[in-house]
């Protein structure tokens, strides 16, 4: 799946040492990124969205909104608050609450594209990217960051607008595994397309294998 750190680092006049300084990524890790050699986590896609100031569905290519309600929850997004602080910042509830929001929100567009695209078999991949991408970055919620989110979303008054972010995300995340389920079974279905369906579900279970996380609802 292709990220746009390389573009949008350039055009912040930003050197890949200037982005692992605000992130906390490596050099060598960002260059893997940029380069299509190794996929980031849902934590690295945090951290480099924040320290971009973007939204996660920036880092895929979403145009960013250009108009946006004063005072919305999308003005709380990561990338306003000060970069190179992860720790400082991954347990903001306003942060939390844009960041599942934008993940559900990219979950959603796929979905229902999907169901233009599955027949053809040729966005299974991207599909399965998205997927698993959500399916990480709510497992990092749920085992690191929720007890904590909570508190202070409760602190802030922000608690029925998280739990409503929360809320979406797992309607999402249920609708895109599904979309998903049903295209890698057409596929299957189809001598021309069994093999790539195959290797799709393989690819997506070694790497839910590799978070070391049980699938979280």
Same mark, same amino acid.
């Given at each position: 799946?292709?990220?746009?750190?390389?573009?949008? +680092?350039?055009?912040?006049?930003?050197?890949?040492?200037?982005?692992?300084?605000?992130?906390? *990524?490596?050099?060598?890790?960002?260059?893997? *990124? &940029?380069?299509?050699?190794?996929?980031?986590?849902?934590?690295?896609?945090?951290?480099?969205?924040?320290?971009?100031?973007?939204?996660?569905? %920036?880092?895929?290519?979403?145009?960013?909104?250009?108009?946006?309600?004063?005072?919305?929850?999308?003005?709380?997004?990561?990338?306003?608050?000060?970069?190179?602080?992860? &720790? +400082? +910042? +991954?347990?903001?509830?306003?942060?939390?609450?844009?960041?599942?929001?934008?993940?559900?929100?990219?979950? %959603?567009?796929?979905?229902?594209?999907?169901?233009?695209?599955?027949?053809?078999?040729?966005?299974?991949?991207?599909?399965?990217?998205?997927?698993?991408?959500?399916?990480?970055?709510?497992?990092?919620?749920?085992?690191?960051?929720?007890?904590?989110?909570?508190?202070w979303a409760d602190e802030v008054g922000l608690s029925e607008q998280l739990a409503a972010a929360e809320e979406r995300m797992r309607d999402a995340r249920r609708a895109i595994s599904k979309a998903l389920r049903e295209g890698l079974q057409q596929a299957k279905a189809s001598p021309a397309d069994?093999?790539?369906?195959?290797? *799709? &579900? &393989?690819?997506?279970?070694?790497?839910?294998?590799?978070?070391?996380?049980?699938?979280?609802?």
């Open positions: 799946m292709e990220y746009k750190v390389r573009e949008l +680092r350039q055009s912040r006049g930003w050197s890949q040492g200037t982005l692992a300084f605000y992130s906390g *990524i490596t050099v060598s890790q960002i260059s893997l *990124i &940029e380069s299509g050699k190794r996929n980031p986590s849902a934590k690295s896609l945090v951290t480099l969205a924040d320290a971009l100031g973007v939204s996660i569905g %920036e880092l895929f290519g979403e145009e960013a909104p250009k108009d946006e309600a004063p005072g919305s929850l999308a003005k709380l997004e990561p990338g306003r608050l000060p970069a190179g602080s992860f &720790e +400082r +910042r +991954r347990y903001n509830a306003p942060a939390w609450i844009a960041l599942l929001n934008q993940t559900a929100e990219a979950c %959603e567009r796929a979905e229902m594209a999907s169901q233009g695209y599955a027949r053809t078999y040729t966005n299974l991949d991207a599909l399965a990217d998205l997927e698993l991408v959500s399916f990480q970055l709510w497992g990092v919620y749920q085992m690191t960051a929720r007890e904590a989110v909570l508190a069994a093999e790539t369906a195959v290797a *799709i &579900e &393989e690819r997506m279970k070694r790497a839910r294998e590799a978070t070391g996380m049980a699938a979280t609802g």
